[in-house]
């Protein structure tokens, strides 16, 4: 465990920060995370079914209905104090990277400019056969079956990772070199399950960083931490810049 205050110094005391976020930064803006979205009408389709190439080649209409209620949902909300927070941090500290595992774009929507996406974006697409990209948003986001590529046979989806699909080369590249020379990590609403986004904080402690943990409940990642905070990062977030 620890304090704000605590966090505070050594936020004070670091160079080059990097942040890592998961779903639960957005959380307090409506998004639902991965845990919590497998709920109510979703709740009997287990998350290989809904995020992997073999659950789009089974049954491309379910997958595609659960992007498009999940795309819908991120462009019903806003990005909530902690998302501003993230972005006045890159405005203000120079070497500041952020890295996130979340596929909405509240990061950019509350001002963040750089931002790493590791496992895609819900609002991009491409054909999973030919892999050309398509515009930003399909025609009909209602349709029960994911429309077809003009160019081949195959069938459009959203530009996020899956379960079994390798993470954006060049993305990773990034955030491996920021990791690699930060010397503070804050890890803020990820449930550290998910590899090789999980692995990332583990290579950040090993160069020598630092490490905050920003998360209501413990997990995996804790045991890593210098400082855990335990509360939500819509709160933790803007208690930690100083007041100017
Ligand atoms: P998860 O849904 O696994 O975990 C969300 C985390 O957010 C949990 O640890 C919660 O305790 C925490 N949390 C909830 N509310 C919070 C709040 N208000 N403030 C801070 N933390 C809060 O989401 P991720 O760790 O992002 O992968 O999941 C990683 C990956 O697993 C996702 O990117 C996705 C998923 O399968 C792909 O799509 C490839």
Not at 70 to 91: S, Y
């Given at each position: 465990m620890g304090t704000v205050e605590t966090a505070q110094k050594l936020l004070g005391a670091a160079q080059r920060v990097v942040c890592l976020t998961g779903a639960g930064?957005?959380?307090?803006?409506?998004?639902?995370?991965?845990?919590?979205?497998?709920?109510?009408?979703?709740?009997?389709?287990?998350?290989?079914?809904?995020?992997?190439?073999?659950?789009?080649?089974?049954?491309?209409?379910?997958?595609?209905?659960?992007?498009?209620?999940?795309?819908?949902?991120?462009?019903?909300?806003?990005?909530?104090?902690?998302?501003?927070?993230?972005?006045?941090?890159?405005?203000?500290?120079?070497?500041?990277?952020?890295?996130?595992?979340?596929?909405?774009?509240?990061?950019?929507?509350?001002g963040s400019q750089a931002v790493i996406h590791l496992h895609g974006r819900i609002a991009h697409f491409h054909c999973q056969r030919c892999k050309r990209a398509y515009g930003l948003q399909p025609e009909d986001p209602s349709a029960p079956q994911p429309p077809g590529c003009g160019h081949c046979r195959g069938l459009v989806r959203p530009s996020v990772v899956w379960f079994g699909e390798m993470l954006p080369a060049e993305e990773l590249h990034r955030a491996m070199e920021a990791i690699s020379t930060c010397d503070l990590l804050l890890v803020v609403g990820t449930s550290g399950l998910v590899y090789p986004a999980a692995q990332l904080p583990h290579l950040a402690k090993r160069a020598g960083a630092r490490l905050i943990e920003i998360n209501p409940q413990p997990g995996p990642l804790s045991d890593l931490a210098d400082v855990c905070l335990r509360g939500n990062s819509g709160e933790l977030l803007p208690a930690l810049l100083p007041i100017a």
């Open positions: 930064v957005s959380a307090e803006s409506g998004v639902p995370t991965f845990r919590d979205a497998q709920t109510g009408l979703w709740a009997r389709y287990n998350p290989e079914r809904l995020a992997s190439p073999q659950g789009f080649a089974e049954d491309p209409g379910l997958v595609w209905r659960w992007y498009m209620q999940r795309l819908a949902k991120v462009e019903a909300a806003q990005p909530n104090p902690g998302h501003l927070t993230l972005a006045k941090m890159e405005r203000g500290w120079p070497g500041f990277r952020l890295i996130t595992q979340n596929v909405d774009d509240l990061h950019e929507r509350a």
